[in-house]
C-alpha cells in the first residue's frame, strides 16, 4: 500500500512516523497526483511542534502544503487534465487530511496547475509555496510596477529570494534587509540590487541613500515582530507595506510613522482563488521560461524514510535559507 508521513502527537521530528494507507479513488472533481517530491516549509514545523495557528487535529495528522508529481487518476467531471500530467500541488489548506508528504494524494483539481516544463523534480517541489506567496504579496496585494523600490526582509529565506527574483523581472529595484553583512555578496548575486544589513546600517538612513531619499514604496515585511516600526519609518508616506510572514513570535506593535497602506497578507487569500491561480502560474512559467525565476534547493536531497532528518536539518538552520526537498519516487 501506498506510504504516508503522519503524526499522532506535538513535538520534535522523531514524532513524524512511515505508515501505510490504502489508496484513496479521486472522487468528483479531483484528481489522485503519484507524488515525486515535496519541499519542508515552516509551516510544516509549525504544525508538526504545535504552534500552528491554525487547529491540527490529532492522531493521524498529515503534513505538506506544496510538491510535484503526475496525475495517476482523474475524478468524474474533471477536464483540462490527463493521467502522466506534470502538475504542482497550488493549495493544500487541508495539510493535516490531504498533506504532500506522501507517495499519492488527492486533491481538487482546482488546486493543482501544470508544472513548468523549465524546472526538474527537486526544483518544482520547491517553487510553489515562495513563489506564490511572494507574487500575491506584492504584485496582487501591493499592486508592485517597474520602477518601484522594494524592501524585501528575511531575503535569504525562500520567500525573500523570490520576491527578490519577481521585483525584478517586473522591473521594480529590490533592496533586501538582512540581519549579517556577511550574506551581502550572496544577496546581491541572488539579484538584490542593494542590501542593507542590520548589524551595521540603520535601516531608515540605508533605504533613504539607496532611494535618493524618497523611501521604499513597498516594504515587504516577512518577520514581523517590533523590528516593523524600523521598516516603517524606511518607507516613503503614501507607500505600502504587507506583512506576510511569522518569523519574529513576539507582539507587533500597532502601525506609527508616515502615513502608509499596511495589509497582512496569507497566502490562501490568493491560492484558493481559481482567477489568481491562473495569473499566478503564468507568471512562474514565463519567468522559468526567461530564466528569471529560479528556486533555490539546498544540495542535500532527502528520500522519504528520512523526512525526520530533513526537519533536523532544517531546525538547526543547516540549509541557510535554501528549500530542502524529500524525493518520494
Partial sequence: MPRVVVFDEFGGPEVMHVVEEP??????DEVRIRMEAFAVNPLDRMMRSGASPAPVPLPHARLGVEGTGVVDALGPGVTGLRTGDPVLLAAVPDAHARGSYAEYVTAPASRVVSRPAGLGTTEAAAVWVAFSTAYG?????????????????????G???????????IGAVPIAVTRHAAKRDELLATGAAAVVATDHEDIARAVGRHT??????????????????????????????????????????????????????????????????????????????????????????????AVVEAHRHLEKGLHAGKKIVVTVS
Wanted: glycine share 12%; net charge neutral; no cysteine.
Fill in 159 to 169: 520567500v525573500g529570494r523570490a520576491a527578490m527574483q519577481i521585483a525584478r523581472q
Fill in 137 to 157: 504579496a506584492l504584485v496582487e496585494k501591493a499592486g508592485m510596477r517597474p520602477g518601484d523600490h522594494v524592501l524585501i526582509t528575511a531575503a535569504s529565506g
Fill in 212 to 305: 535618493g531619499g524618497t523611501g521604499a514604496d513597498i516594504v515587504l515585511d516577512l518577520v514581523r515582530g517590533p523590528g516593523q516600526q524600523d521598516l516603517l519609518k524606511a518607507a516613503r508616506p503614501g507607500g505600502t507595506l504587507v506583512a506576510a510572514g511569522f518569523l519574529d513570535p513576539r507582539p507587533t506593535p500597532f502601525p506609527a510613522g508616515p502615513p502608509l497602506t499596511v495589509f497582512s497578507y496569507g497566502s490562501f487569500e490568493h491560492t484558493l482563488d481559481v482567477v489568481v491561480v491562473k495569473r499566478m502560474a503564468a507568471f512562474l512559467d514565463a519567468g522559468v521560461r526567461l530564466g528569471a525565476l529560479r528556486p533555490a534547493v539546498d544540495d542535500k536531497v532527502f528520500s522519504l524514510d
Fill in 23 to 28: 489508496l484513496a479513488e479521486p472522487t468528483a
